[in-house]
């Protein structure tokens, strides 16, 4: 049996200010955000947090502490040294029958008497216990309201600090868990642990079908954002499920689509699949360049060039840095065996950071020289 006080490095006498210190010091100390990739750190800040969760509650408590003792009773007797048994035959030892005795007089009521102060001991303490939750949820809706007010204001490091107090105060505050995983995820680059906090909102907001003033996102959103951090942590399947329970939430939603093209393009190299997520984003919303993009791709692998071409000048004229496009322009007049244009936007590729742009003009470099000659004489 584990023993709590340890853990938090605090005696049995401890009051709750002093439990809550430790815990909040301790948590700190081994928080996963604080100890990325450490197991150890990881299984203590459990350790930590199941203490707590017991030590802070009364009733709990109680309940722990005659645990405690009763193992430690146990434990001394077992070790404690047993009487030598008697050597005299057992028809030799004297046997006392004993009368048992009958309450009487002003000790007649008295179990009645323990039972009534302990089911008013037990009434006490679940009140206690209730005000005490109480007054958690409330404190946690306080510095929820703080974490999303920094938010607002763009002060992302403070925002996250309100967010996690206000998980700590309430575990189940969903709306303190989804701006904590927003924070992780788009402002402090950490998806893998933003998974934790999106996950957790399934788990307690699987009720929610619609954002309302009190719930900062909607089961759809909770779906959502865990199938991008899945996207950016690598975790391919999962992004794809979790975009997938996203469409059967909300049918027309544009970013699970645009995922879901990504996903199967250029993770995948599933063309079928892609073409169809971006045709559909396209019939909704024709200035979505991402989509326009991926679409392209898809047709120039299949070799459909001239319409490929119109989608890629279409973002040039609307991004002329868009480093795929030049790339794939490129190899289109490439194609088109006009190799002096081909050279110059894979050389443009190339300064915007597309290492495919590179190998293909050292293919075509020797190429692109002479042509180049020539024209200047």
């Known amino acids: 049996m584990l023993n709590y006080y340890e853990i938090l490095g605090i005696t049995r006498t401890a009051n709750a200010a002093e439990v809550k210190a430790a815990f909040k010091r301790l948590a700190i100390q081994y928080h996963p955000d604080k100890n990325p990739n450490n197991k150890i750190a990881e299984e203590k800040f459990k350790l930590v947090n199941e203490a707590y969760q017991v030590l802070q509650d009364d009733y709990k408590r109680a309940l722990y502490d005659q645990r405690l003792l009763y193992k430690e009773e146990v434990r001394s007797y077992n070790t404690a040294p047993q009487p030598a048994r008697s050597n005299y035959p057992p028809s030799a030892r004297k046997t006392y029958h004993y009368k048992r005795r009958t309450p009487s007089g002003n000790f007649a009521n008295l179990p009645k008497v323990h039972l009534l102060a302990l089911g008013s001991f037990l009434i006490v303490v679940i009140l206690f216990a209730l005000c005490y939750r109480l007054i958690g949820v409330y404190q946690s ?40 995983g927003l924070l992780l995820l788009n402002h402090l680059n950490n998806p893998q642990q933003a998974v934790y906090c999106f ?45 997938q329970h996203t469409l059967q939430l909300r049918t027309e939603d544009e970013t699970a689509w645009l995922y879901l093209g990504h996903t199967y393009l250029y993770k995948r190299n599933d063309f079928a699949p892609a073409y169809t997520y971006y045709t559909k984003i396209l019939a909704k919303n024709p200035t979505n360049y991402d989509a326009l993009l991926g679409k392209s791709i898809v047709l120039f692998h299949h070799q ?74």
């Open 304 to 377: 459909h060039f001239k319409k490929a071409a119109k989608g890629f000048e279409q973002i040039l004229q609307h991004n002329p840095d868009s480093p795929q496009a030049r790339y794939y322009m490129g190899r289109y007049f490439l194609v088109q065996k006009d190799s002096t244009k081909g050279c110059e936007y894979l050389q443009i590729a190339k300064e915007l950071g597309v290492e495919e742009a590179e190998d293909m003009l050292k293919r075509f470099n020797k190429l692109c020289v002479t042509e180049k000659t020539v024209r200047n004489l």
């Open 141 to 180: 809706k306080n510095e929820y309201q703080a974490a999303l007010l920094f938010y607002k204001n763009g002060e992302y490091e403070q925002s996250f600090t309100k967010a996690h107090e206000a998980v700590l105060q309430d575990d189940k505050n969903m709306s303190a868990y989804y701006l904590r």
């Open 199 to 243: 996950s957790r909102c399934l788990t307690y907001g699987r009720h929610i079908m619609e954002k309302d003033s009190e719930n900062l996102g909607t089961l759809a959103d909770f779906y959502l954002q865990r199938g991008i951090c899945f996207y950016k942590t690598g975790s391919y399947t999962n992004a794809i499920d979790d975009f």
